[in-house]
């Protein structure tokens, strides 16, 4: 079983199609690397619900790296 932080950082939907979100990411810098490690998108998220245009990425597996100003952590995504 899973034990689950209110306060955890959580991408969804996943798989994702046209846009990323993340919970708990406000005030963030998020960062979304190919499966290459390449860097392709760089943004701030002022607010937890703000989207994450991903339409014009290729389906595959992404990872977003958000940076709070408490924690980081890495989410795997899948873009359909």
């Given at each position: 079983d899973t034990v689950s932080n209110s306060n955890d950082i959580i991408g969804y939907?996943?798989?994702?199609?046209d846009e990323l979100?993340?919970?708990n990411s406000n005030n963030s810098m998020v960062q979304i690397f190919d499966n290459k490690g390449k860097i392709i998108i760089t943004m701030i998220l002022k607010n937890?619900?703000?989207?994450i245009d991903i339409s014009t990425l290729s389906p595959g597996m992404y990872?977003?790296?958000?940076?709070?100003p408490t924690q980081t952590k890495a989410i795997?995504?899948?873009k359909q």
């Open positions: 939907p996943n798989p994702a199609k979100y993340i919970k937890s619900g703000d989207p990872f977003a790296n958000v940076i709070t795997l995504f899948n």
